[in-house]
């Protein structure tokens, strides 16, 4: 096992992680009443990849689908 020498750039203050955890709990409160509407959502069962590709679209490298 390797010592850490100086800070260990995974630890946050005390601060930072209440205000971390005060922000989160906003949300999950304010989420129960505000849902945004988003009119550009398209379903995944809608979505024609082949038209999504002659309309210019690339799948990214990451899901390995480059070549189908």
């Known amino acids: 096992m390797v010592e ?3 800070v260990p ?3 946050e203050s005390a601060l930072k992680t209440t205000l971390d955890i005060g922000r989160s709990l906003g ?3 304010v989420s129960q ?3 945004p509407v988003c009119s550009r ?3 995944l069962t809608d979505v024609d990849m082949e038209q999504w ?3 210019g ?3 990214e490298h ?4 480059e070549g189908s």
Do not use: D, M, T
């Not at 990451?62 to 689908?65: E, F, L, N």
């Open 4 to 6: 850490e020498i100086g």
């Open 9 to 11: 750039g995974n630890q």
């Open 27 to 29: 949300w999950a409160l």
């Open 33 to 35: 009443f505000y849902h």
């Open 41 to 43: 959502v398209v379903s």
């Open 53 to 55: 590709r002659q309309q």
């Open 57 to 59: 679209f690339k799948c």
């Open 62 to 65: 990451q899901a390995g689908i």
